[in-house]
């Protein structure tokens, strides 16, 4: 058997041998001229698929995650100017727990993810979903949101011990969330 410091070397033996290769990461994200002038094209062309775009745009999730609040029948909690849909998501490192939206918003009715590729297949010029998630993520950090709250927003799962065990984020993300205007 071999004791805790062979294992150790052992381990970053494996570590060297297969590392994961560099990529290039697509850091592009829309300025709200760019954003807000695809989405009155998109309200143009298709309704549902507009209110798709609002509510990625205001709760910076994926585009799954808003399925599954559109398909389930999930309970929605109303907090003064916001409201939150309790998801409870938990895909490998994906852990939504709530998807936040503007009190007032309604979900698209009838809008699948093949609705939505068909539609981004016919106009090739419409800013992709998931440089909204981006957006989002600027527009909080512009706002002064801690990214550990941005990422909770997110659905990203938390990296460090004090985000994963310390950090009321519920909390934080509540009162945070009303510091964005959406209007």
Not at 31 to 42: A, G, M, P, V
Request: charged share 35%.
């Amino acid at each position: 058997f071999l004791d805790n410091e062979e294992i150790v070397k052992e381990i970053y033996k494996i570590r060297k041998i297969a590392k994961k290769p560099a990529c290039n990461a697509d850091i592009y994200t829309p300025t709200d001229d760019e954003l807000f002038s695809n989405l009155s094209k998109i309200k143009s062309l298709n309704e549902e698929v507009y209110k798709f775009y609002l509510a990625l745009m205001y709760s910076g999730v994926r585009i799954r995650e808003i399925e599954a609040c559109i398909k389930g029948n999930h309970r929605i909690i109303e907090m003064g100017s916001f409201k939150k849909i309790l998801l409870n998501s938990n895909r490998v490192t994906k852990k939504c727990y709530y998807v936040y939206l503007p009190k007032d918003f309604e979900l698209p009715k009838d809008i699948e993810i093949k609705d939505l590729t068909r539609f981004l297949n016919k106009h090739k010029d419409i800013i992709r979903p998931k440089y909204i998630r981006n957006w989002f993520y600027s527009k909080c950090l512009d706002l002064g949101i801690p990214t550990g709250v941005i990422d909770f927003y997110q659905g990203r799962s938390p990296i460090t011990v004090g985000n994963k065990h310390y950090l009321d984020k519920e909390r934080m993300a509540d009162k945070c969330y009303e510091k964005i205007e959406w209007e």
